[in-house]
């Protein structure tokens, strides 16, 4: 059967350390824009830590949720884009092709999560960060939109290799960059279709819940609810 | 003045009810209605010579030009949607309520634009060999006249100068 | 009508074309100048990236696509008035259509021109039109952008050939009346008109049909602009009100900028004996109506916004009535409604000036009403984390000036090079009332004759 790619969250692990970040920083070739272009909300952060403060001094408390793509079955993004460049592929995923978007940045209004980033001027990596650049995945240019992909090109590869090799994936052999370098293990990255994987387990999880489940996106991470009370 | 060196004949009237009694004597003295042409700077529809060639099929052949634009909307939808099929949004591939949109602008396009090349059509528009016209009907004159005239010239002399008209002719 | 009042609609209504000041030039090389600096700063924004623009996360959208909302609303005062008081049989349009037309053509090709400036990779806006290619692909049609596309296309093309078909027989009369080269260039454009009785009969079936195919189509060019923000589930854009709300405030804005276009022609051509006051009336009562009905929409709109008490919704609808978005949100409301509802509802206002004051005013609201739809939207979907603030950048505002000088610019030229009043049509509805036609409204009405 076809793989379904999915990621739960479990709230509970979260530290909010933000190392999902920089691990799809990296992974990806995603571009630092620059104290004042951050300052100004260009920067892209296709991971993203989003911190609510509740209550008053000396009560108050920290909720904070990692939110990237959900990769939603219903995307809102895909219908609106004029050529094609986000549409649904058969692995469930929203892919994203640079290659076709002319910058209309309709899908980023049409997201509700906010997960879609718009290079706003052609990225620069001074030296030597140059050399960090993931020959895997490509570089994109002033004008197009970007987001979070399940990091496909992991994807690819290893679904290329389990092909060669004459083998079927095994749940846990992939991961995407955030999953793999999170220290608490909240992320867990899987393929839904597979009943017996630790993502469709944690999905069917009683504290488990979709973020803005009712605008009827159906979107793919699961995110389990924080019951400590630290 | 002789025929047969004459290309065209007319005369030139201060109003259209001289331009109407023009019409009635051509008539009378055997000039069809379809030969006589008549000319001016704006139309006059109250007045019985330009009551002809009012019938036309151009609302027909609009309405023929908007069912092909949306038979060229229904199959150019349908047609790209399923030659790349590109699942979005969890849309159907064919989606037939958002093709409506394009259905129905190419069927409005169609309409317009067979509306437009219908009227260069039977008012033969652009035309560049020279026909019978005056300048003068640009400063407020109505002619009135026939090209290659078969009746004899006196007669259309006469015809062609009541109430005031000034007769011209083009060798 | 006599020969001599033939002459004088004929000479007045060509003077403009036959004298050109030094004030024509001075006005064309200083909207020009404005022109070129707006597309040296596009030019700029192409080369240096987007980023010059005040766009970032999450407004994506803000003062392009406002001015593309805008000029496409403009666009539908000519062909709607024109088209509408054509079926209608209403005789004061007659010195009123050309003008109407031709604000529409030019609205609609600055409109159309925001679309491809608003794009990250402008050059490849060509992506959108549907033919073969070695790309293997084709547009989405399920995207409002593509019926965007195809609606304003369509509506172009129909509002062009609209202007220039009852252009042609005045096309014929200047080029009688001109020269050399420039008779050979009206001669070209007239195609060789004379003005038979068929060709006057086939004409008037043509802007007949036109008259009756530009209307659906003008009315769905605006639902389908508006169609790019209610398709996206953006709080206070997924709204079904959207399609008649976006035409009405069109209309609206369309009759204001004709208001103003008229009055400025009327002063600088000296078209007193055309434009009456009394067409300033009926258009400032149009003007009033469609006030009424565009409050009526914003009203329904907000009360079921506030009654429904979404979340989402009211954070969107607070910002703009009582939060930062405030001061421009009353703007929009005194400049559309506090303003002009007085002024053009009480006959001794309803001047040309007041006309004039009133449609300014709403120029401003409408201008403002298309920015308040996209921007606090934006900037308040459903995660506040992501909340964000748009300030507008100097690369904005002045392509958003340079249009104004570019309708302006375009407008004037047009005046210079064809009759701004439609002559022929003028003519024929100062043509004397046949008596048969006296007797029959006498047996009706039973009046003495």
């Known amino acids: 059967m076809a793989h379904r790619w999915g990621m739960a969250v479990d709230l509970d692990r979260c530290t909010g350390c933000e190392a999902c970040v920089t691990a799809c920083r990296a992974e990806n070739n995603i571009p630092t824009v620059g104290a004042a272009q951050a300052a100004v909300g260009r920067a892209m952060h296709w991971i993203r830590v989003e911190r609510y403060w509740e209550g008053e001094f000396p009560d108050a408390r920290l909720k904070f949720r990692p939110v990237l793509c959900q990769q939603c079955d219903a995307a809102p993004c895909e219908p609106v884009c004029p050529t094609y460049a986000s549409h649904h592929t058969e692995e469930g995923l929203n892919a994203q092709v640079y290659n076709r978007c002319i910058g209309t940045r309709y899908c980023a209004n049409a997201c509700p999560y906010n997960v879609r980033f718009f290079n706003f001027f052609n990225p620069q990596w001074d030296k030597p960060l140059h050399l960090q650049l993931n020959p895997d995945v490509s570089v994109r240019e002033v004008g197009v939109m970007e987001k979070c992909t399940f990091c496909v090109q992991r994807i690819n590869a290893a679904e290329i290799q389990a092909r060669s090799d004459n083998t079927a994936l095994k749940d846990g052999d ?57 | 003045m002789e025929n047969g060196t004459v290309s ?55 309405g023929v030009g908007g069912a092909v634009g949306l038979t060229v909307g229904y199959w150019l939808t349908r047609m790209t949607e399923l030659a790349w099929p590109l699942p979005t949004g969890g849309m159907p591939i064919v989606a037939l309520w958002p093709n409506l949109v394009i259905i129905f602008e190419l069927t409005m396009l169609f309409a317009v634009l067979s509306t437009v090349v219908t009227l260069l059509v039977t008012a033969q528009l652009p035309r560049r060999r020279p026909r019978l016209y005056d300048p003068a009907v640009s400063e407020g004159r109505i002619l009135v006249g026939l090209e290659d005239p078969r009746v004899p010239m006196d007669a259309l002399a006469r015809a062609l100068t009541v109430r005031g008209g000034q007769l011209k002719t083009i060798p | ?81 024109s088209a509408i008081l054509r079926l209608v049989n209403a005789g004061w349009r007659r010195p009123v259509t050309r003008c109407a037309e031709a604000i529409t053509v030019f609205a609609l090709m600055i409109g159309a021109m925001f679309p491809i400036i608003h794009l990250g990779r402008p050059w490849l806006f060509f992506w959108l039109i549907p033919y073969p290619n070695q790309r293997g692909i084709w547009p989405n049609f399920r995207s409002p952008l593509v019926w965007d596309f195809f609606a304003i296309s369509t509506y172009l093309t129909g509002s062009v050939l609209f202007l220039f078909l ?93 208001i103003i276009a008229m009055a400025v022609l009327r002063k600088t051509l000296h078209l007193e004996e055309y434009l009456h006051p009394v067409h300033f009336e009926n258009l400032g009562k149009l003007l009033l109506l469609m006030s009424l009905l565009w409050t009526y929409f914003v009203f329904a709109e907000r009360l079921t916004v506030w009654y429904g008490n979404e979340a989402s919704e009211m954070a969107v609808f607070r910002v703009t009535q009582r939060g930062s978005f ?117 047996a009706l009405w039973r009046t003495e004759p």
């Open chain 2, 8 to 62: 065209a004949v007319y005369g030139l009237f201060a109003d259209p009810a001289a331009a109407q009694a023009a019409v009635e004597a051509l008539r009378a003295v055997g000039v069809s209605t379809a030969d006589i042409t008549i000319i001016s700077s704006e139309p006059f529809e109250h007045h019985e010579f330009s009551h002809r060639d009012k019938r036309t099929w151009m609302f027909w052949i609009a």
């Open chain 3, 166 to 258: 009852p252009m042609i027989p005045d096309l014929a009369l200047v080029r009688d009346r001109t020269t050399g080269w420039r008779q050979r260039v009206y001669g070209g454009l007239a195609l060789g008109w004379r003005g038979t009785t068929k060709q006057w009969h086939r004409l008037e079936s043509a802007m007949q049909i036109m008259a009756i195919a530009i209307l659906p189509v003008a009315i769905s060019v605006h639902t389908i602009v508006s169609f790019d923000f209610s398709m996206a589930p953006v709080p206070m854009w997924h709204s079904t009100i959207f399609g008649p709300y976006f035409v009405a405030g069109a209309i609206f804005s369309g009759i204001a900028a004709l």
């Open chain 3, 326 to 442: 405030a001061p421009l949100y009353w703007t929009m409301v005194v400049c559309n409604f506090v303003i002009p509802f007085p002024l053009l509802a009480l006959r001794r206002t309803r001047t040309i000036a007041g006309c004039v004051f009133a449609a300014c005013s709403v120029l401003v609201g409408m201008w403002l009403e298309r920015f308040l739809i996209i921007v606090p939207s934006l900037g308040h979907k459903y995660l506040p984390y992501s909340w964000g603030v748009y300030r507008p950048r100097p690369v904005e505002i002045m392509i958003t000036i340079s249009t104004f000088a570019a309708m302006a610019l375009l407008y004037v030229l047009f005046a210079k090079l064809v009759p701004i009043i439609s002559v022929w049509e003028l003519k024929v509805g100062a043509q004397p009332v046949a008596a048969k036609e006296h007797e029959e409204v006498h």
């Open chain 1, 174 to 230: 992939l991961k995407t960059a955030c999953a793999q370098s999170c220290p608490a293990t909240a992320l867990v990255f899987g393929d839904l279709n597979d009943p017996e994987s630790e993502v469709s387990r944690l999905s069917r999880s009683p504290r488990g819940s979709k973020l803005l489940g009712d605008l009827g996106t159906l979107p793919k991470v699961t995110y389990l609810e924080r019951q400590s009370q630290a």
């Open chain 3, 1 to 81: 009508m006599t020969d001599a009042t033939d002459r004088k609609i004929t000479d007045d209504l060509l003077r403009p074309l036959q004298t050109t000041s030094a004030g024509f030039w001075m006005l064309v090389a200083f909207l020009g100048a404005i022109v070129a600096a707006g597309l040296g700063t596009w030019a700029y924004q192409m080369y240096r990236g987007f980023g010059v623009s005040g766009i970032r996360w999450p407004i994506f959208w803000a003062f392009y696509v406002t001015n593309f909302v805008f000029w496409i609303g403009i666009s539908h005062a000519g062909t709607l008035i």
